[in-house]
């Protein structure tokens, strides 16, 4: 049980550049969601799934596509990198989006991004 | 997304301390959360409260759920070295989660 992992852990893009960030668990977990972290903010909810073939856009969801073709994955798409995307990105997983009690939350260990 | 308030932004803790740090909002949540997020890596639940006025513990954490569901409160108790990190709030509506913008917890020199 690997939990969520994200790939790659780094990465220098220019601007105007295309590139996938990978994101897997390994948990059965039907609720999948991207957040950016920005120095001294919280995190901001970029987009969401809450099944394979189920996405939805969160509070910031410009520039940023994504696709969920099985329960494990979800990518984050970024179509034409900008400066303004520099940040550090992190996955979530949950088995039902927190709406029972017993369920958790797992993040992955993130991604930093630098677009020059 | 919707705004929230969290303070303090940073505080200094000595051990055996017992710290408290809340969040506010203009909005009301169905479900209040609290994380820890240690340097370099990804954010931990600590704690989630699903019922307004709900009081939950986890080990030397508890946190409450605000009546007006407007807000939370965390409490650290006895605190101890590793309980340095930053301290996040998140308040939940319909799948999406919107997030304070964190307490920092250092020990006082």
């Known amino acids: 049980n690997a939990g969520v992992t994200q790939t790659p852990k780094f990465q220098v893009l220019k601007t105007g550049q295309s590139m996938t960030l990978q994101c897997a668990q390994d948990?059965?977990?039907?609720?999948m969601s991207w957040y950016r972290q920005d120095p001294g903010m919280g995190l901001r909810l970029i987009h969401y799934?809450?099944?394979?073939?189920?996405?939805d856009q969160g509070e910031v969801p410009n520039g940023y596509n994504v696709s969920r073709s099985t329960t494990e994955d979800f990518p984050l798409r970024l179509l034409s990198a900008a400066p303004s995307q520099t940040s550090v990105y992190f996955c979530?997983?949950?088995?039902?989006?927190?709406?029972?009690?017993?369920?958790?939350?797992?993040f992955g260990p993130g991604t930093r991004l630098t677009v020059l | 997304g919707q705004q929230l308030n969290q303070s303090p932004q940073s505080m200094f803790i000595q051990e055996g301390e017992d710290v408290s740090m809340n969040c506010t909002s203009s909005?009301?949540?169905?479900?209040w959360l609290w994380y820890k997020q240690d340097p370099g890596e990804g954010p931990v639940l600590l704690i989630a409260?699903?019922?307004?006025?709900e009081l939950t513990s986890n080990g030397r954490l508890t946190a409450q759920f605000g009546i007006t569901r407007k807000d939370s409160f965390l409490n650290i108790s006895a605190s101890i070295p590793s309980d340095v990190g930053i301290y996040f709030c998140?308040?939940?509506?319909?799948?999406?989660?919107?997030f304070g913008a964190g307490t920092t917890v250092t020990v006082r020199a």
């Open positions: 979530a997983s949950s088995y039902s989006g927190l709406t029972t009690s017993t369920d958790t939350q797992y």
């Open positions: 948990m059965n977990h039907e609720y």
């Open positions: 799934s809450v099944g394979a073939g189920i996405t």
């Open positions: 909005s009301i949540f169905n479900t």
């Open positions: 409260l699903y019922k307004a006025g």
């Open positions: 998140a308040g939940q509506d319909d799948y999406k989660l919107s």
